[in-house]
């Protein structure tokens, strides 16, 4: 019974999410409409630390949980949150040159960086850190055990952090995978 409620409960989030934004496509090379860089790369930035952590602005439907659930978890990482309900979120995507191949229910900004979907905070701060030519990170759709994205059994769908570099992508990072 407890299964069965639980079950219930993650259909409807999903549901409330996935009404926001439609099923990305397969992955592939998104030459169609890369994602803009906005990095500056003039200026050297020192190694990123949980003391020095940036705002991340969260751009997220009103109704959307599991990307209310993502913000906790950059808080809890040591991240500044701004959230920015919108009641068309493709909009912010097509702004920003998103592929729907790269689609997730929520878009974040970071210091220039575009982070899209449920993405790791750990893999922000790499990213951070490591300061590449690229316009962010995308995990696309909500790969189920991701940060917001998580289930009371602890299962975690593998999934790939994919670092997009002009129109196309390369794995960042993976998740999920058994080792």
Not at 12 to 18: H, I, R
Not at 21 to 32: G, H, L, R, V
Not at 116 to 137: K, N, T, W
């Amino acid at each position: 019974m407890i299964r069965s409620i639980l079950l219930l409960t993650l259909a409807f989030s999903l549901a409330a999410c996935a009404s926001e934004s439609s099923a990305p496509a397969p992955i592939e090379e998104a030459a169609d409409a890369p994602i803009v860089a906005q990095v500056d790369e003039t200026t050297p930035v020192p190694p990123v630390t949980n003391a020095s952590l940036p705002t991340i602005t969260v751009y997220k439907s009103p109704t959307c949980g599991c990307c209310s659930l993502w913000g906790e978890h950059l808080e809890a990482s040591g991240f500044t949150v701004e959230t920015v309900d919108v009641d068309d979120i493709n909009a912010v995507k097509q702004e920003y040159g998103i592929p729907q191949e790269l689609s997730s229910c929520h878009t974040g900004v970071v210091d220039g960086y575009i982070i899209e979907g449920h993405v790791p905070a750990e893999d922000i701060v790499r990213l951070l850190d490591e300061q590449p030519e690229a316009a962010g990170l995308a995990v696309p759709g909500m790969p189920l055990g991701s940060p917001g994205m998580e289930v009371p059994d602890g299962r975690v769908q593998p999934y790939d952090v994919y670092l997009v570099t002009g129109g196309e992508t390369t794995v960042f990072a993976s998740h999920g995978a058994e080792g």
